[in-house]
């Protein structure tokens, strides 16, 4: 039957899994854009957006932590060419990389939104006033005062949910996209069910790696962040 | 827009039959992943030797590796491992008798027991030090000291966390159906498959789910509002 692990084979197949790495970065920082974007805009409108906005804001954040990934990358992936047609949109095939990114920054802006609300709430009230106090606008408080506490409070948990977007990243391959695990599963398949093991602890040890990078680089962030980030 | 209203009300039942499912996979796991996590926060705790360490790379791994890639690890990598130990014996392959059910369960408690131990090793961590120092001055034994004073405590402060994980559970459990399990996912697929309705499918999908969580969340909540209920006391 073979080895229990093959040591050559687990090295050969790292390098090709490699290749492929660009292609999940590039989704992981795609859909990290676009998600703390929307999820800032759902944090705004979930804290001061007067009482209707503010309950469909807490519904978007509600559903998009709710909805489990999968469910949310296929009704996006095969539900808004859908959308569209019936909206008189017709194209042979849409693109696949934007669905899925869109499905991975709606998904992320959710707990962004969440990680955000939080780190602004836990700014003491005080320091609203205080800033009012020595004649700053609303804005200007904002800007100078409250958004440079909110952030070095909020890094922790936005660092989280980014390395649960890298790790989540991993379903994509189930709409076809060759990120790294895409990569991994064509390999598997061309294999015929030989060395899957080695495959699969390459391709799990690659993520790991990137998110142990990413918690390092986080914990000497949060250290430096102590002292409150300047802007301008 | 026309979305098949009657096809969307039609398959909410049949897709609500494989809740057991579903449910099987979230409660087993936490279950089998929660024990086996308390067992290695409590090694953590203690700092038993070379296990301690053991634990720290297998903690750090299963956080590290992507729910997907652990779900084929067991998937794939389980079966070759046991039918290689029946060619060894030679015995015919137990594996083909194993249902992918029994797989995703595994894989999903092997997840659950390293953030399971990291939400207990906190919870312990947090409790005043002074505690130990108070139980063996009147001569409780360190077991009876975890046994009646620090895990109760730690219990109550894990509590929030672990219904996280717990809600996380059912989500994450909708991957099984990669590996051909039936559960309320892998029905909704089959059914999307079988008739185009995708856009209406998914729809009712996603609804049905993010509902369990909401309503999970409101039950959790009064649970945990009871169990700390003794801190205002105090």
Not at chain 1, 47 to 60: D, E, H, T
Not at chain 2, 32 to 59: H, M, N, S
Request: proline share 4%; hydrophobic share 55%.
């Amino acid at each position: 039957m073979g080895k229990l692990f093959s040591v050559s084979y687990f090295g050969n197949v790292i390098p090709k899994l490699l290749s492929a790495l660009p292609s999940t970065i590039g989704i992981v920082l795609a859909s990290l854009a676009f998600g703390l974007v929307l999820g800032f805009l759902a944090a705004a409108l979930r804290i001061r957006g007067g009482p209707v906005m503010s309950r469909i804001a807490a519904f978007y954040i509600s559903f998009m932590r709710g909805v489990p990934l999968i469910a949310l990358m296929l009704l996006v992936y095969f539900g808004f060419p859908q959308l569209m047609s019936f909206l008189g949109f017709e194209a042979g095939s849409w693109p696949k990389y934007p669905l899925v990114i869109a499905s991975f920054a709606l998904n992320v802006s959710g707990y962004l939104a969440e990680n955000m609300r939080s780190a602004y709430l836990s700014v003491d009230k005080s320091q609203f006033e205080a800033a009012h106090s020595i004649g700053m606008t609303g804005l200007q408080g904002f800007v100078h005062i409250i958004f440079p506490q909110a952030v070095t409070n909020a890094l922790p948990s936005v660092g989280n949910t980014v390395i649960m977007l890298i790790k989540d990243t991993a379903l994509a391959f189930s709409l076809g996209v060759v990120d790294i695990m895409g990569k991994a599963v064509l390999i598997n398949a061309r294999n015929y069910g030989a060395r899957q093991v080695e495959i699969f602890v390459a391709v799990g040890l690659i993520y790991w790696a990137v998110c142990f990078v990413l918690e390092r680089i986080l914990d000497l962030l949060e250290k430096r962040g102590r002292k409150p980030l300047r802007l301008g | 827009m026309r979305l098949d209203t009657q096809f969307m009300l039609d398959s909410i039942p049949i897709i609500l039959k494989a809740l057991p499912v579903t449910a099987f996979i979230s409660v087993f796991s936490m279950l089998l992943g929660g024990l086996l996590g308390l067992l290695i926060a409590l090694i953590r705790y203690y700092k038993i030797p070379v296990l301690d360490r053991l634990f720290r790379v297998y903690v750090s791994l299963i956080r590290g590796f992507p729910l997907m890639v652990q779900l084929y690890l067991a998937y794939f990598g389980l079966p070759f491992y046991i039918n290689m130990y029946c060619q060894s014996v030679g015995i015919d392959n137990l594996a083909k008798n194993i249902p992918p059910l029994a797989f995703a369960v595994f894989a999903f408690s092997v997840n659950t027991s390293a953030y399971v131990s990291e939400v207990f090793r906190s919870a312990l961590d947090s409790l005043d030090k002074g505690q130990r120092e108070a139980c063996s001055s009147i001569g409780m034994t360190s077991f009876q000291t975890m046994a009646h004073i620090l895990l109760p405590q730690a219990m109550v402060a894990a509590i929030p966390n672990l219904v996280n994980l717990f809600l996380g559970n059912i989500k994450a459990s909708t991957l099984a159906y990669m590996i051909s399990v039936h559960e309320m996912m892998g029905v909704a697929v089959v059914l999307a498959n079988r008739a185009y309705n995708y856009l209406e499918i998914y729809i009712v999908t996603a609804v049905i789910y993010w509902l369990l969580c909401v309503l999970l969340e409101r039950v959790f909540a009064r649970m945990e509002f009871r169990f700390s209920r003794y801190k205002v006391r105090v």
